[in-house]
């Protein structure tokens, strides 16, 4: 039976070349050359060509100068499908290129031709963190759904993947947060602020816009497109009055743009570098920008807001994934800042502003209350005591 193939070589200058092969007969008939390639995708359009004229009870004429067939490769198609997600966040589109970066031999290869095989191969030659392996896949399993394969090698449960080693993720304390504000640069303070009291994922941050901003109702708006996976609808999150004001000083009100971004030429790289610097200088561990995610969350939790609530604040598809992965134990946490944190998200129109931190609590202390006025770490807590009548207010 006629057959094609294509094989590997190494030249004597240890270049690498793809041949393709051809029989006319079966296994006792002359092996035949069908050509040299520098590249796969062009032994693999030969290769393509030669069998197609096989199957056709022809035999091939290699003096006949022919442009190699079109093959829409995997690389070919994962590109066409990066072009059509202008609804995602440049954080995902940044995972998707890395991981198109990755493809290897399978971005050769025809989407429709790919096995189960094939991806198990793939998966196990990535010398990546086992989450990035994972990242990477849904891209490929995205890519091959857009290609219409089906079924899709990459959705089967018989592809083995590494073991996720979970790590314990101890978020910033209330003490860490104060050290690392002090410290990080002023550009960045207003973020930090507004991750730690909202649990903003970056990507929402950036795609923060004027329009989104309610400021009669102290919140914020994080529209469905938006939100990782579109995991949630439209959910709005409550703002402090004090951060409230400090968003809308940022920009005169008729001179905002309800489309532009609160925060233009945000990135998270950028922001993630200057937090590790910031703990750095502090002498405190090293925190992402998604550790505040984790502290949110947790300190929700900690004050008794129900988890369905608490789910529909950040954007969970469910309320056991709340619990179960992002609810940490922080201990040190002064009451008056549970107190204002549940206040914040029972609020309702008509009540009385929240702001992030009792007045008798000021980022400044002077030296008759005992604590250090030359700008180096401060303990912000204060005396609970002092904070009494706002905590009367609150409660």
């Not at 991981?99 to 189960?116: E, M, N, Q, R, Y």
Request: charged share 25%; glycine share 8%.
């Amino acid at each position: 039976m006629a057959s094609a193939s294509i094989v590997r070589r190494s030249t004597p200058s240890g270049k690498r070349r793809f041949v393709v092969q051809y029989r006319l007969g079966g296994r006792d008939s002359r092996m035949r050359h069908g050509g040299s390639y520098k590249t796969l995708r062009e032994a693999e359009a030969r290769h393509q060509w030669i069998a197609g004229e096989l199957a056709a009870g022809r035999v091939p004429d290699l003096g006949i100068e022919r442009e190699p067939a079109a093959v829409d490769v995997l690389r070919s198609v994962a590109d066409r499908y990066l072009a059509t997600r202008i609804d995602a966040t440049e954080n995902t589109l940044k995972t998707y290129r890395q991981a198109f970066k990755h493809l290897g031999s399978l971005g050769h290869a025809d989407p429709k031709a790919v096995t189960l095989p094939d991806v198990q191969e793939w998966v196990s030659g990535l010398a990546l963190a086992p989450a990035s392996v994972r990242k990477y896949l849904d891209a490929v399993r995205q890519v091959l759904d857009f290609a219409g394969v089906e079924p899709n090698p990459a959705r089967s449960q018989r592809l083995r993947l590494p073991r996720a080693d979970t790590e314990e993720v101890n978020p910033p304390t209330f003490r860490h947060v104060e050290a690392l504000l002090d410290t990080i640069t002023p550009k960045y303070r207003r973020h930090v602020r507004l991750l730690d009291w909202t649990g903003l994922r970056v990507g929402e941050l950036q795609a923060l816009t004027w329009g989104d901003l309610d400021f009669p109702g102290h919140r914020l708006r994080v529209a469905r497109g938006r939100t990782k996976g579109r995991t949630a609808g439209r959910r709005w999150i409550p703002l402090p009055a004090d951060l409230m004001a400090d968003l809308a000083a940022l920009v005169p009100v008729e001179d905002r743009d309800l489309d532009s971004p609160v925060f233009p030429g945000l990135s998270d790289d950028g922001l993630r570098n200057a937090m590790t610097r910031a703990c750095k200088l502090a002498g405190i561990p090293a925190y992402s920008p998604h550790d505040l995610r984790h502290r949110y969350i947790s300190l929700l939790v900690l004050a008794g807001v129900p988890a369905s609530v608490v789910r529909g604040f950040v954007g969970h598809a469910r309320a056991s994934m709340t619990l179960d992965v992002y609810s940490h134990v922080l201990l040190d946490e002064p009451q008056w800042s549970l107190t204002a944190r549940r206040a914040l998200v029972e609020r309702r129109d008509g009540d009385s502003p929240v702001t992030s931190r009792p007045e008798s609590d000021s980022l400044e202390h002077d030296s008759e209350q005992g604590f250090p006025s030359d700008g180096g770490y401060r303990d912000r807590t204060g005396d609970l005591r002092a904070a009494s009548a706002t905590l009367s207010q609150l409660s």
